[in-house]
């Protein structure tokens, strides 16, 4: 498991075109009326463990138990237990997304991989909430509050490549690999290729796709 820093907790109106929008692709859920809970004592634990190759956490039992406290912490809301399952699915997939593109795109992994875990997040609790209560750093707040609008469909040019633009990219891989019937063809490669990418990245992330249905897999 990587040392080191994780997640640096403390430290540090427009209508989009339905066939290349995040929002267009994400499950739609009701936000949670509460106050967010407390901010999980494994979320550490799991953005490091999830810094590994997805297939060989599923022969590591200590990660798998982190990982489902963190689902239990988490995505555990009453009246809402398929809806959170799957948002549950699409947020790890994201997070081991994030950690193959992190590198060949020069990102901070542990920033990459924690914001993508959390990503949708902000479905349930308003972001400046989680970031109050949870003493979230602003480079993850900024992720979570921009993802999906971090992309303008109508200036169709290259744009310049951040951590927020990667989960966004690594979103929609997830969601072509656990919904792929759903997905608009071209979606990926069109982000891909705004965000100068290029294909042999996207090509090699397609190519984990195994392992990380191995890990969803096993954790059911």
Sequence with gaps: MPNG????????????????????????????????????????????????????????????????????????????????????????ATACTARLLATPLGLDAGLAVGAALLHRLG??????QLAQAWQLAPAVTQVLQGWRSC????????????????????????????????????ILEVAARQLGVPPAVLAAVRAESAGIDLLLEKLG
């Design 123 to 128: 479905d349930l609790w308003p972001v400046a």
């Design 5 to 92: 820093a994780i997640l640096p907790f403390v430290r540090r109106p427009r209508e989009p075109q339905q066939e290349y929008s995040a929002g267009a692709l994400v499950i739609p859920l009701h936000r949670v009326a509460q106050a967010p809970p407390p901010r999980p004592a494994c979320l550490p634990t799991c953005v490091a463990w999830l810094q590994e190759d997805a297939g060989l956490l599923v022969a590591r039992p200590v990660a798998l138990r982190a990982l489902r406290q963190l689902e239990t912490a988490l995505f555990a809301q009453p009246g809402q237990r398929v809806g959170l399952h799957r948002i549950w699915h699409e947020s790890l």
């Design 151 to 186: 992309l303008d469909e109508r200036e169709p040019g290259p744009v310049e490549l951040n951590t927020t633009r990667a989960v966004y990219l690594a979103h929609l891989c997830a969601v072509e690999q656990l919904y792929r019937e759903y997905c608009t063809p071209g």
